[in-house]
């Protein structure tokens, strides 16, 4: 299979994906996004009116809900138990519900912290690795370095990744060339946060490109989000794959915008981390966040300011007669990002909960829609370490672009979708191809399009 022609990305590192880390003003969208929005709502108004008002209605009570549970809403399972039907029944329900999950124990403790030593000598040998923050640097352009070439081909990450994928399925479009037996490795980063660091202050946001979610070209072309435009969000499936296959999430070839259909992102611990201790934040309130994020932009205020009494009611809340460009929060290339200024019936500061607290060898994995952030500064005593490690089928697109990461590693240049450059050409102690062979056999070097999988003519995602 031919790789998709793409430009190369600029150089850069992960400030590059997100507008408030990159430093630069935010600059306001191309005139043809108003006529976008409304091309999207037109003859539906009053329905997207009353969906709104029903939207706004509902996310009073699963605020207060999460309030109430805080991080223990979110569902956890042991490795050892994902095959076992009586436990997966009840973590399924809450999964497909709040779209995150911790799976304890995937790999044995003392080979995640064997994986965290062996970057650590890596970087040591190879000073010239860039990062960010630079003055104290916390998330590595690292994309080859033992441990992660370890941890991806690890058979057990992989059955993870199959077991986080079979949650998925095609009722819209049965015909969808989707495979979840055939985990496709993802070459991401991966993080080192030391105590005390408030540099890598990452706000709520979602991956997976910003303004491509309202445009017919982007996620358009999968109709994935149009049940919410059409004013029945409470109908609209986040678990539904078949019109993610045809979207497209990197219109503007953004430096670190991901062109890849993700159905997790995800993360595997090497550090014993809490809340508060430079980890992971989340917003459970799922699929009524996403439909709020998406038709935010097409209401505003009728007076008040945020804080102000009454500003958050129904009906204070208006759709625009005339629409403008805004979509709040997007930036061309970058990821969306959210604020309780542009975004404040979600009450961010009590919406946004911290992951339950893990140690080496779990994994954490929340869906591509989630909104999610890093807390703001790391207040624990010990490093915060991860390895970027998302869930990814097997499709037709994910195929082809396997294939130019698969010549990226052998390169030593970050993939397709990261900062181009030198990248770990120059490195030493650079991993090969048996290094992966060694790590997670036949199946780890399928994962990374080292090996072929058996033709198939058809994939078919089959429904949990």
């Given at each position: 299979?031919?790789?998709?022609?793409?430009?190369?990305?600029?150089?850069?590192?992960?400030?590059?994906?997100?507008?408030?880390?990159?430093?630069?003003?935010?600059?306001?969208?191309?005139?043809?996004?108003?006529?976008?929005?409304?091309?999207?709502?037109?003859?539906?108004?009053?329905?997207?009116?009353?969906?709104?008002?029903?939207?706004?209605?509902?996310?009073?009570?699963?605020?207060?809900?999460?309030?109430?549970?805080?991080?223990?809403?979110?569902?956890?399972?042991?490795?050892?138990?994902?095959?076992?039907?009586?436990?997966?029944?009840?973590?399924?329900?809450?999964?497909?519900?709040?779209?995150?999950?911790?799976?304890?124990?995937?790999?044995?403790?003392?080979?995640?912290?064997?994986?965290?030593?062996?970057?650590?000598?890596?970087?040591?040998?190879?000073?010239?690795?860039?990062?960010?923050?630079?003055?104290?640097?916390?998330?590595?352009?690292?994309?080859?370095?033992?441990?992660?070439?370890?941890?991806?081909?690890?058979?057990?990450?992989?059955?993870?990744?199959?077991?986080?994928?079979?949650?998925?399925?095609?009722?819209?479009?049965?015909?969808?060339?989707?495979?979840?037996?055939?985990?496709?490795?993802?070459?991401?980063?991966?993080?080192?946060?030391?105590?005390?660091?408030?540099?890598?202050?990452?706000?709520?946001?979602?991956?997976?490109?910003?303004?491509?979610?309202w445009e017919k070209n982007g996620y358009g072309l999968g109709a994935v989000y149009d049940k919410i435009f059409e004013g029945r969000w409470e109908e609209f499936d986040s678990w539904d794959a078949s019109g993610r296959v045809n979207a497209e999430s990197d219109l503007y070839n953004g430096a670190g915008a991901c062109s890849m259909f993700r159905m997790f992102q995800g993360w595997l611990s090497m550090s014993n981390t809490g809340a508060g201790e430079g980890t992971l934040l989340v917003n459970p309130l799922f699929n009524l966040a996403t439909a709020y994020y998406l038709l935010r932009p097409f209401f505003s205020p009728k007076m008040g300011d945020v804080g102000k009494?009454?500003?958050?009611?129904?009906?204070?809340?208006?759709?625009?007669?005339?629409?403008?460009?805004?979509?709040?929060?997007?930036?061309?290339?970058?990821?969306?990002?959210?604020?309780?200024?542009?975004?404040?019936?979600?009450?961010?500061?009590?919406?946004?909960?911290?992951?339950?607290?893990?140690?080496?060898?779990?994994?954490?994995?929340?869906?591509?829609?989630?909104?999610?952030?890093?807390?703001?500064?790391?207040?624990?005593?010990?490093?915060?370490?991860?390895?970027?490690?998302?869930?990814?089928?097997?499709?037709?697109?994910?195929?082809?672009?396997?294939?130019?990461?698969?010549?990226?590693?052998?390169?030593?240049?970050?993939?397709?979708?990261?900062?181009?450059?030198?990248?770990?050409?120059?490195?030493?102690?650079?991993?090969?191809?048996?290094?992966?062979?060694?790590?997670?056999?036949?199946?780890?070097?399928?994962?990374?399009?080292?090996?072929?999988?058996?033709?198939?003519?058809?994939?078919?995602?089959?429904?949990?």
């Open positions: 299979m031919a790789a998709t022609a793409r430009a190369p990305r600029a150089e850069g590192d992960i400030s590059s994906v997100f507008a408030s880390l990159s430093g630069s003003a935010p600059q306001p969208l191309p005139d043809r996004f108003a006529d976008i929005k409304t091309s999207l709502i037109q003859g539906r108004e009053k329905e997207i009116t009353a969906s709104w008002q029903r939207l706004l209605s509902t996310l009073r009570s699963e605020i207060d809900q999460i309030t109430t549970h805080g991080s223990s809403i979110i569902p956890e399972i042991e490795f050892s138990e994902i095959n076992n039907f009586s436990r997966v029944q009840p973590f399924t329900r809450s999964l497909k519900k709040r779209g995150v999950a911790v799976i304890r124990d995937v790999v044995p403790e003392s080979e995640a912290l064997s994986w965290k030593q062996e970057i650590r000598d890596y970087i040591r040998a190879n000073p010239q690795t860039k990062a960010f923050p630079k003055d104290n640097k916390a998330v590595y352009e690292l994309y080859w370095s033992p441990g992660q070439i370890k941890a991806r081909a690890h058979p057990n990450v992989l059955e993870t990744q199959k077991f986080l994928m079979s949650f998925w399925h095609t009722d819209s479009d049965p015909a969808a060339k989707i495979s979840t037996s055939h985990p496709v490795s993802y070459a991401d980063r991966l993080r080192i946060r030391m105590p005390g660091d408030a540099g890598f202050a990452l706000g709520p946001h979602i991956d997976g490109g910003s303004a491509e979610r009494s009454g500003f958050l009611e129904t009906e204070n809340w208006e759709l625009d007669p005339v629409q403008s460009t805004a979509l709040q929060g997007a930036t061309l290339g970058c990821a969306q990002e959210l604020t309780t200024a542009l975004h404040p019936h979600l009450e961010l500061e009590k919406s946004m909960v911290s992951v339950p607290n893990v140690k080496p060898g779990d994994y954490v994995a929340w869906h591509c829609d989630m909104i999610h952030a890093v807390d703001g500064i790391h207040g624990g005593k010990g490093d915060s370490s991860v390895l970027y490690i998302p869930v990814c089928p097997l499709t037709e697109a994910n195929a082809r672009y396997l294939v130019t990461q698969r010549e990226a590693f052998k390169s030593g240049t970050p993939g397709p979708d990261f900062p181009g450059g030198v990248g770990e050409s120059q490195h030493v102690g650079q991993m090969k191809e048996n290094d992966i062979k060694n790590a997670g056999g036949e199946e780890g070097l399928k994962s990374m399009g080292l090996k072929s999988w058996e033709p198939m003519l058809h994939l078919q995602v089959e429904k949990v």
